[in-house]
């Protein structure tokens, strides 16, 4: 049995509320977009996933970013987990992430986390990501029980939850 009901769509194109900014499915030909961006917020981002995801590495070549990306857009394809990125209007810049996974730990039916680049934290922008996201989720995904980490449950308690069966 699959997390996600047999007949479900994903989303392709989601607008940001109060902003000229869209969410849509990662690609591996968003490298150029995405490399920079990651890697010019790397050291806030590593203190929020790197303790659960080992993400993102200092040393993270861009090579090993497209892979990662490739990689993405496999899962996203197959339904198995997805990655949204969150571009401008002309999708000439990569300005942060949504993933939604089938759960890790108990207690979830998905699991959702998202960030920014550095230059949008704390901002308007960040606030109507922030307000978007669980929106979107409660009104376009099949969950019931779906987990924002590091928003409604940190990543320490989330690492401290059993593992999902």
Same mark, same amino acid.
């Given at each position: 049995?699959?997390? #996600?009901?047999?007949? @479900?769509?994903?989303?392709?194109? =989601?607008?940001?509320?109060?902003?000229?900014?869209? #969410?849509?499915? &990662?690609?591996?030909?968003? *490298?150029?977009?995405?490399?920079?961006?990651?890697?010019?917020? +790397?050291?806030? #981002?590593?203190?929020? @996933?790197?303790?659960?995801?080992?993400?993102?590495?200092?040393?993270?070549?861009?090579?090993?970013?497209?892979?990662?990306? #490739?990689?993405?857009?496999?899962?996203?394809?197959?339904?198995?987990?997805?990655?949204?990125?969150?571009?401008?209007?002309?999708?000439?810049?990569?300005?942060? *992430? =949504?993933? &939604?996974? $089938?759960?890790?730990?108990?207690?979830?039916?998905?699991?959702?986390?998202?960030?920014?680049?550095?230059?949008?934290?704390?901002?308007?922008?960040?606030?109507? @990501?922030?307000?978007?996201?669980? +929106?979107? &989720?409660?009104?376009?995904?099949? @969950?019931?029980? $779906?987990?924002?980490?590091?928003?409604? &449950?940190?990543? +320490?308690?989330?690492?401290?939850?059993?593992?999902?069966?």
């Amino acid at each position: 049995m699959s997390w #996600l009901p047999d007949a @479900f769509v994903h989303p392709v194109h =989601v607008p940001v509320p109060g902003t000229a900014l869209h #969410l849509r499915p &990662i690609r591996e030909a968003d *490298c150029a977009l995405d490399y920079p961006a990651v890697m010019g917020s +790397q050291e806030r #981002l590593w203190e929020i @996933f790197g303790p659960a995801w080992s993400w993102p590495s200092e040393t993270m070549t861009y090579e090993a970013n497209r892979a990662d990306l #490739l990689r993405h857009e496999k899962e996203i394809a197959a339904h198995q987990s997805f990655n949204y990125a969150l571009l401008d209007e002309a999708e000439t810049a990569l300005l942060g *992430c =949504v993933y &939604i996974d $089938p759960p890790e730990r108990a207690g979830a039916d998905g699991e959702v986390a998202w960030w920014v680049v550095d230059d949008l934290v704390g901002g308007d922008v960040e606030r109507a @990501f922030d307000a978007l996201v669980p +929106q979107w &989720i409660a009104v376009d995904w099949p @969950f019931q029980r $779906p987990r924002y980490l590091g928003r409604d &449950i940190t990543w +320490q308690d989330w690492l401290a939850l059993p593992r999902a069966t």
